[in-house]
């Protein structure tokens, strides 16, 4: 059996996976795989939580295939956790939310992401439309998570 993939290698990995992409603000965008990272590790979260975080938006944004998660040295649970986050094309937010909260770990990452997305100082940086739309939508997703009990954590 292969060695399973240290955090360090996964993040390496991540980077390069991601290398070229910016968020919304122009940001690079492994800035924001380092800050969920972070707000998972910050949560308590474990490491396959944190390699999941790492890699959350992987596949979603075609930085790395379905393929490679399915045949990477990763733990079950990340690879489930990161397939839990992977949005698809179409789908309602009720229905992504509902595989998250179905899947062991995935809320934690998705909580640590969320703060990060709804980080003011990110925002900040959008216009007021795009503000606005992204803000009522990573409360609705906050609330079809349960999330709301408490205010958001950076």
Same mark, same amino acid.
């Given at each position: 059996?292969t060695?399973?993939? %240290?955090?360090?290698? &996964?993040?390496?990995?991540?980077? %390069? @996976? $991601?290398?070229? /992409?910016?968020?919304?603000?122009?940001?690079?965008? @492994?800035? $924001?795989? /380092?800050?969920?990272?972070e707000?998972?590790?910050?949560?308590?979260? *474990?490491a *396959? /939580?944190i @390699?999941?975080?790492?890699? $959350? *938006? #992987?596949?979603?944004? *075609?930085?790395?295939?379905?393929?490679?998660?399915?045949?990477?040295?990763?733990? /079950?649970?990340?690879?489930? &956790?990161?397939? =839990?986050?992977?949005?698809? #094309?179409?789908e309602?937010?009720?229905?992504?939310?509902?595989? &998250?909260? =179905?899947?062991?770990g995935?809320?934690?990452?998705?909580?640590?992401?969320?703060? $990060?997305?709804?980080?003011p100082?990110?925002?900040?940086?959008?216009?007021?439309?795009?503000?606005?739309?992204?803000?009522?939508?990573?409360?609705?997703?906050?609330?079809?998570? =349960?999330?709301?009990?408490?205010?958001?954590?950076?």
């Amino acid at each position: 059996m292969t060695e399973p993939l %240290t955090l360090a290698e &996964i993040e390496a990995l991540a980077r %390069t @996976a $991601h290398e070229g /992409q910016t968020d919304k603000a122009g940001r690079p965008y @492994a800035e $924001h795989l /380092q800050a969920v990272a972070e707000g998972v590790r910050a949560r308590g979260g *474990d490491a *396959d /939580q944190i @390699a999941a975080a790492w890699l $959350h *938006d #992987a596949v979603e944004d *075609d930085a790395l295939s379905e393929l490679w998660l399915t045949e990477a040295a990763l733990s /079950q649970r990340t690879k489930d &956790i990161v397939r =839990a986050l992977t949005k698809r #094309a179409g789908e309602p937010p009720e229905t992504y939310a509902a595989r &998250i909260l =179905a899947t062991p770990g995935a809320v934690l990452v998705k909580e640590a992401d969320l703060a $990060h997305n709804a980080d003011p100082a990110r925002l900040a940086m959008l216009d007021a439309p795009t503000r606005n739309r992204l803000t009522e939508k990573y409360a609705n997703m906050r609330e079809l998570l =349960a999330l709301n009990s408490g205010p958001a954590t950076p």
